[in-house]
């Protein structure tokens, strides 16, 4: 077999990624996402992880480079630990900072139950170990916290900033 015989203790995963990278004397904006399907034991479901990324290197080479161990991480990581917050955090090792910018971050399925992590904590997360500046949620219609991408979320929409403090998270 495929997998070397290994049978019912094999788990198997799937990695995807779909960029816009530099182009030659194009200022359009690099970004794109990358997805993870994975078993979190031999024999579960899978459970997806989703990333949106925004690439700051100044050619598609470096860009592609970073997005290389962007994805090495997040496979290592995820065949490790299934903890949202442990991924966030180790999520751009061996990366400079501000060479990619996650600014959005997913995990579904049953290895993350409901309940196993806060949305909330996690962007604050995300934002202490400078994998982005800010992260954005928004209520879904049980009233809870998501994040979303700030691009699809603003899309044409008039925006009021109002600078606060918001002590203690909540």
Known sequence: AA????????????????????AYMSDRECEGWIGLMFQHEAGAEP????????????????????IGVLGTNLIYLLSNTT????????LQDGL??????VDYMSFEGPGF???SYDPRLLAA??????????????????GAYQQVVPNDALYKTPVIVQRSRFLPVT
């Open 3 to 22: 997998w070397g015989g290994r049978g019912p203790e094999v788990r198997f995963f799937s990695f995807a990624g779909t960029l816009a990278a530099k």
């Open 47 to 66: 459970s997806i992880v989703s990333v949106h990324v925004r690439m700051s290197d100044p050619t598609a080479a470096q860009q592609g480079a970073a």
């Open 83 to 90: 903890d949202p917050y442990a991924v966030a955090t180790y």
């Open 96 to 101: 400079d900072v501000g060479r990619l910018e």
């Open 113 to 115: 139950p409901e309940g």
């Open 125 to 142: 997360r995300m934002v202490q170990f400078q994998l982005t500046p800010c992260v954005m949620l928004e209520p879904d219609d049980s």
